[in-house]
């Protein structure tokens, strides 16, 4: 069997508690940019890194809830990884 291995991204969803440090915080959606208030996140597990490198990010209430926000936190994360390898791509050339 060929088997073809993607990297894979697992995306939990979680929401702070009133006593986490950054309930209630500014911040801006990870997937649609709105600015909120801190209560819903998502974690994003990175299992393709020998690290299994986790991230939270903020999401507003409508994301919180939404069906397709796991699609998009995904979509926007390897969006977001592959600018961070093209930069450090181009740092390597400049020096
Ligand atoms: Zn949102």
Redesign the pocket.
Known sequence: MNRHVMSTVTVHRGNLLEHDPNYGQPVI?Y??D?PHKALGFARIEDQSSNTFDTFAVP??E??SVSAITDNAVVRKFWNVEAIRAYLKKQDVMEH
């Open positions: 959606c997937v649609c709105m999401l507003c409508a994301c």
